[in-house]
DNA sequence: CTGTTTACCTGGGGGC
DNA sequence: TGCCCCCAGGTAAACA
């Protein structure tokens, strides 16, 4: 499921190959993916210059010249990714991006057709991050907006982490993923750790993060970069996935239960 | 207001 | 083989 590693690596890889290309029209297939009218989406922006894609939390930017803004977000199993201009779409791809001179197409695949494209006005993506009650960026984030969210109440870490208001990008994987690293368990709260505790998870969040966007994602299933092409860091998951197995570290089986109603891996050995 | 549960979708896997 | 049921997960909306 594509967190904020899966994200970035997009994000990248559409920088890499999109920038500076104007898009030349649209295909919709499924208008259910377009967040308002059909028409009104393609007319805006066709003809426009591609000129920055970034992202923040797990939504993708694509910033056109001179206006508008696309927002993006996959969900579950939403995909883009590149392919020739020509080749047959199934029909789980809803809607393709053709360009000025350039013999690719864009293309967005969504088996669940949980994810959503919006157009927003370039001045208002700030305002656009307000409404969906986004917090900082997981990598962006300090030490003491950290410190300020996990104190805020007394859910779970798991939750607190999970909560895309208090900061945003980490989804199910790397929550468990980044609690492992720290040694925290995911239904312990988060309103009684130390400023040393605090340090430990902040750095665990952004090494766990850093190494899974190093291995560009972590492919279960449906996770392919713009080229197609899987991630590796499901070869690094320390619990996630790993229900049964012996902890890397102290060979106890990893236990997997639920928590605030999610799948949650932890050892219970090595997470206090 | 806060925190929890459910709906949205589809494919995959288990049980029989 | 095939059918039924449940599960996976991010977010918004509904609910307590």
Do not use: W
Not at 104 to 125: A, V
Not at 221 to 241: A, C, E, P, T, W
Request: aromatic share 8%; with cysteine.
């Amino acid at each position: 499921m594509p967190e904020l590693p899966e994200v970035e690596t997009i994000a990248r890889g559409l920088t890499n190959h999109l920038l500076d290309k104007r898009i030349a029209a649209v295909d919709i297939r499924c208008s259910k993916i377009v967040n308002g009218d059909e028409e009104t989406f393609r007319r805006l922006i066709c003809g426009r210059k591609i000129e920055k894609i970034y992202r923040h939390g797990k939504y993708l930017f694509l910033l056109l010249s001179p206006e508008p803004a696309v927002s993006i977000h996959l969900r579950m199993s939403g995909q883009l990714y590149l392919s020739g201009y020509e080749s047959i779409p199934d029909k789980h791809t809803h809607l393709d991006f053709y360009f000025q001179n350039y013999n690719k197409k864009l293309s967005y695949r969504d088996i669940r057709k949980f994810g959503r494209l919006e157009i927003i006005p370039k001045g208002d993506i700030s305002g656009y991050i307000r409404r969906k009650k986004l917090g900082p960026d997981a990598l962006e984030i300090n030490r003491g907006s950290l410190s300020t969210a996990l104190k805020s109440s007394k859910r779970s870490l798991k939750a607190l982490l999970l909560d895309q208001s208090l900061l945003a990008g980490l989804g199910n994987i790397y929550v468990d993923e980044i609690l492992f690293l720290a040694g925290f368990l995911p239904f312990s709260t988060g309103n009684k750790l130390t400023g040393r505790q605090i340090e430990k998870l902040f750095n665990a969040i952004s090494e766990v993060l850093q190494q899974a966007i190093k291995n560009r994602g972590t492919t279960l299933s449906d996770f392919i970069d713009v080229h197609g092409k899987r991630g590796s860091n499901q070869f690094s998951l320390m619990v996630y996935g790993q229900a049964g197995k012996p902890c890397a570290k102290c060979r106890q089986p990893i236990i997997k239960t639920k928590v605030n109603g999610r799948g949650t891996h932890y050892c219970a050995f090595c997470q206090r």
